[in-house]
């Protein structure tokens, strides 16, 4: 009887690990970055509100645009098959960075006419970016929230 007395300690360290090496909190080695997430494919505009308003105000000539990010932190955005001035090139450059503790995106260049560069996460998936930024209008600066969908 002493003899398994003697196992009943390590037996019960044992279990231990067993009920504490997982953390609900830890992310799966298979769970995509943001970074990942963000760059996984082209995207196109899908819609923007304030306030759950629809917004509209973006030109169709830019709403119709594709934006690549590259996981190297670099980017395009193509014209789309609409130009807002027919000299425009059809492709644009650009640059981005994660920022604020990976929940904002800067920019080196807006997306929208009077948008800003700094564009906040709302959410990121496999299928879906949502992000919030600061847009310049006759009056105050009005947050809009724009979704993007895979091209």
Do not use: R
């Not at 997982?22 to 963000?38: A, V």
């Amino acid at each position: 009887m002493k003899k398994y007395l003697l196992f009943l300690p390590a037996i019960l360290f044992a279990l231990s690990f067993t009920f504490t090496a997982c953390d609900k909190n830890d992310t799966p080695s298979n769970q995509k970055s943001k970074e990942e997430l963000i760059a996984q494919g082209s995207w196109k505009f899908k819609s923007a509100s304030n306030n759950g308003v629809p917004y509209t105000a973006f030109a169709t000539c830019q709403a119709d645009n594709i934006l690549d990010f590259n996981i190297n932190g670099t980017g395009v955005k193509d014209e789309g098959s609409t130009k807002c001035n027919a000299g425009d090139p059809q492709s644009v450059p650009y640059t981005w960075t994660l920022a604020n503790n990976k929940t904002e995106i800067q920019l080196s260049s807006s997306l929208f006419t009077d948008t800003g560069t700094t564009l906040t996460i709302v959410s990121v998936t496999e299928t879906q970016l949502i992000v919030s930024v600061g847009v310049a209008t006759t009056g105050p600066i009005v947050l809009v929230q724009i979704t993007f969908e895979h091209a």
